[in-house]
C-alpha cells in the first residue's frame, strides 16, 4: 500500500524548458485560440472560407458575395448571398435588405431578410423587417417585429408519369375491363 502511492505521484516538472503553451497562457492569449486558429483559417481559405466585416468597419451600398459572410460592423444597404451563409455578428448593425441561403442573426438587423433554407435569430438578436424563409428559429428572449413568410421548398418535379399499361387483349375479348383482367395464367378458351 506504500509503495502504490509513490508510484501514483506524478513526476515533477523540471523548470528548465517552460513549454509553449506556458509562455502563451503569461502573455494572456487563450492556448485553443493560438493552437487552433491559424489552423482553422488556413482549412477555411483552402475550402473557400469565409469574409469577415470587422466590427470598426462602415460600409453603405450593395454587397454581393460568392463565399460565406459575418459581419460585425455597420452595413447599410444590400447584401446578397445566394448560394450561401450571412452571419450577423453579435457587434453587427444592419440596416439592409438580405437575401441569403441561410442567415444567422446575433446582433440587430433592420430590414427584409429573404432565405432559401433558413434563419436562426439568437436570443440576443434584434430583427425589424419581414421574412421570408422555409424554416426558421427564434430563440426565446431575441426581439422581432414583423411578418414571417414560410415557403415550402419547392421539390423536383417528378418527370411526367409514363401512361399506364394496357393490357393488348390476345383472348379475342372486346372490353378492355376484360383484357385488363386477363393475366399471363388467365387465359380462358
Not at 506504500?2 to 513549454?19: D, F, I, Y
Request: charged share 30%.
Amino acid at each position: 500500500m506504500w509503495n502504490r502511492r509513490k508510484e501514483e505521484e506524478p513526476a515533477p516538472r523540471t523548470a528548465s524548458a517552460p513549454s509553449a503553451s506556458s509562455e502563451l497562457a503569461k502573455e494572456g492569449i487563450p492556448m485553443s485560440t493560438s493552437s487552433s486558429r491559424p489552423t482553422d483559417m488556413r482549412t477555411d481559405l483552402v475550402r473557400g472560407g469565409s469574409a469577415v466585416i470587422g466590427k470598426s468597419v462602415i460600409l453603405k451600398g450593395q454587397i454581393y458575395g460568392r463565399e460565406d459572410l459575418t459581419i460585425d460592423g455597420e452595413i447599410e444597404g444590400t447584401v446578397e448571398l445566394q448560394e450561401h451563409r450571412l452571419t450577423i455578428g453579435p457587434n453587427g448593425k444592419v440596416v439592409a435588405t438580405i437575401k441569403a441561403r441561410e442567415v444567422l442573426v446575433l446582433g440587430t438587423v433592420h430590414g427584409n431578410i429573404e432565405t432559401r433554407e433558413k434563419i436562426d435569430i439568437r436570443k440576443e438578436a434584434k430583427v425589424v423587417g419581414d421574412i421570408r424563409t422555409a424554416r426558421i428559429v427564434i430563440e426565446d428572449g431575441a426581439y422581432f417585429k414583423g411578418s414571417i413568410d414560410i415557403v415550402r421548398a419547392e421539390a423536383p418535379k417528378p418527370a411526367a408519369a409514363p401512361p399506364k399499361p394496357q393490357a393488348v387483349a390476345s383472348t379475342g375479348s372486346s372490353t378492355p375491363a376484360a383484357a385488363a383482367g386477363a393475366g399471363a395464367g388467365d387465359i380462358k378458351r
